[in-house]
Structure formats: structure tokens, C-alpha cells
């Protein structure tokens, strides 16, 4: 690449980047709109979930990659194939994965899901993220699931964020009979 192409390639990147967060940010807030007016359907369709734990790693592998992060699955006793909607749960553990990224300078993030209870018609699944980042004071927990907060409001300044990606994710696992929160 020459000089001159160079120097036009930044600020298109730039532009670029802004574009996909605007992007986000839209798409963050129609969903939320969607779910509190109850007009969010979730799909039933056949899943599997070992496979969707693959997908979503293999997904952060790149940012994971870049800051020096490792990606681990730690998946136990799960049911091969399971009805659910795998778009909206695969989004509900990328909110939680990109925050995990965003927030850890060096050690690595792990998905890791287990089966706590199941009966002929239901299945009962604990999916979570853990990472060894900076960590969150136990006293600003709750407020990461009310809208446009975040832990610490001066956090925005220094990583960026909506303070919507946790909310939609609790309110996606309501949906879906579940729940979502953070320790």
C-alpha cells in the first residue's frame, strides 16, 4: 500500500467502525423497544447447543486474539439438541463475552454452560461467561441490568457502550423462562 493510500485508509476505517457502532447502538435499542412492547417472538427451533458455544467463541476469537486473550469452552452434560431460539441466545452470550473482552487486559474469557435440571419437556441450563478482568464492585452489580447504566458512568469514557447489551440479554433470558444477572 502506498503512502497516500494509507493515509485515505484511516479515515475510512474510522468512518467505518463509527457506522458498525451506530449500527449497534440502533439495533440495541429496537430490540429493547420490541421486547417492552411484547412484541419480540422468540423461535422454537432445534439447536444444538455445544455448536452454538463453538460459534460464539469462535466469533470473540479475533478481538480475543487481538488484546491476547485466550477463548475456552467448558461445556458438561448438555443435551445434544434442544428447542430455543439460537439467534437471540447467541446474542444474549455475546453481550455478555464482548463486555468480558472489553473489560480483561490479559487472561482469557470461558463459556461455560451445565444442565441443573430437566424434565420430558424442559431443560434448565446454566450458560455463563467468566473472564479475569478488572472485575465489578458487588454494591454496582444491580444497575448493569437497568438501562443506559453502566457500573461506573466515567467506564464509558475510557471503553464505550450503551448500557443496553445486559438488559436486552435479561430480558431475552425472561423470555426464555430463564434469568440473567452477574457475580
Do not use: W
Not at 424442559?122 to 448493569?144: F, N, Q, S, Y
Amino acid at each position: 500500500r502506498s503512502l497516500g493510500e494509507a493515509k485515505l485508509s484511516e479515515p475510512l476505517d474510522r468512518i467505518e467502525n463509527s457506522g458498525r457502532h451506530l449500527l449497534a447502538i440502533i439495533n440495541d435499542i429496537l430490540d429493547l423497544s420490541k421486547i417492552e412492547a411484547g412484541r419480540l417472538e422468540l423461535e422454537e427451533s432445534p439447536l444444538a447447543l455445544p455448536q452454538l458455544l463453538g460459534e460464539v467463541a469462535e466469533m470473540l476469537r479475533g478481538r480475543a486474539g487481538e488484546k491476547g486473550l485466550a477463548v475456552r469452552i467448558e461445556a458438561a452434560d448438555l443435551p445434544g439438541i434442544v428447542l430455543g431460539d439460537a439467534t437471540r441466545l447467541r446474542q444474549a452470550l455475546i453481550n455478555y463475552a464482548n463486555n468480558a473482552i472489553k473489560f480483561t487486559e490479559r487472561g482469557c474469557i470461558t463459556l461455560r454452560s451445565k444442565q441443573l435440571d430437566a424434565s420430558p419437556q424442559d431443560v434448565l441450563l446454566r450458560l455463563e461467561v467468566e473472564d479475569t478482568g478488572i472485575g465489578i464492585a458487588p454494591e454496582v452489580l444491580g444497575r448493569l441490568f437497568t438501562p443506559f447504566e453502566q457500573a461506573d458512568p466515567s467506564i464509558t469514557r475510557k471503553y464505550g457502550g450503551t448500557g443496553l447489551g445486559l438488559v436486552i440479554t435479561r430480558q431475552l433470558a425472561l423470555l426464555m423462562g430463564g434469568d440473567a444477572g452477574a457475580e
